[in-house]
């Protein structure tokens, strides 16, 4: 079965690049018709998907986020990443990773992370 | 972007109960709706996708209808595990969005 974990720093300073791992085992980040994606929730709050990559560079972002993200896969070590950069308080969210169906009929995240929490502060 | 608008934000219901959620899209999104259900300090738990179809593995409890606008997510009979937030997400445009959550309660 798929597990995937998050890692990297709880605090990022305001305007500094927040950078986050998603690492996968029970499974390869190869396969074609997978995507890898990031989604966010601030405390208390809502849902925010992030965006999403493919293994064939497909990627897809959310608009709100002005260009900030960027997620990158790593197949040889079967890790995913995500950047965000110019945070702000704004930021400060529960951020999860997670693995995407996207096709004509199959569109959900069917595998995700526990989670990880940021704090953007100074 | 779509909006969805999820109803009631949230409900008190008692073990056995009847419980229905409902979900409405600012556009026509087909059949692309997707639930989850998450439990607090955890991640959401993929449910339902394509707008009926059950992950495996959900009890046959859940059901869900709809398409184009409106959806709904019944419970028929609420058992203490599905004690969570239930979110419908909408996978027809980019961004990908969700509704802001039902939290069904003791």
């Known amino acids: 079965q798929l597990q995937l974990q998050e890692s990297g720093p709880g605090l990022v300073k305001p305007s500094e690049t927040l950078s986050l791992r998603c690492t996968v085992s029970g499974g390869s980040i190869r396969p074609n018709n997978y995507y890898w994606g990031w989604i966010r929730q601030p405390p208390g709050r809502g849902l925010e998907w992030i965006g999403f990559?493919?293994?064939?560079?497909?990627?897809q972002y959310n608009s709100s986020l002005m260009g900030r993200a960027s997620i990158t896969l790593d197949t040889s070590q079967n890790h995913f990443s995500l950047k965000l950069s110019s945070v702000t308080a704004a930021d400060t969210a529960v951020y999860y990773c997670?693995?995407?169906?996207?096709?004509?009929?199959?569109?959900?995240?069917?595998?995700w992370g526990q989670g990880i929490l940021v704090t953007v502060s100074s | 972007d779509i909006q969805m608008t999820q109803s009631p934000s949230s409900l008190s219901a008692s073990v056995g109960d009847r419980v229905t959620i409902t979900c409405r899209a600012s556009q026509s999104i087909s059949r692309y709706l997707n639930w989850y259900q998450q439990k607090p300090g955890k991640a959401p738990k993929f449910l339902i996708y394509a707008a009926s179809s059950l992950q495996s593995g959900v009890p046959s409890r859940f059901s869900v209808s709809g398409s184009g606008t409106d959806f709904t997510l019944t419970i028929s009979s609420l058992q203490p595990e599905d004690f969570a937030t239930y979110y419908c997400?909408?996978?027809?445009?980019?961004?990908?969005?969700f509704g802001h959550g039902t939290r069904v309660e003791i």
């Open positions: 990559l493919s293994n064939t560079g497909n990627s």
């Open positions: 997670a693995k995407a169906e996207w096709s004509v009929t199959d569109r959900y995240f069917d595998s």
């Open positions: 997400q909408q996978t027809y445009n980019i961004p990908w969005t």
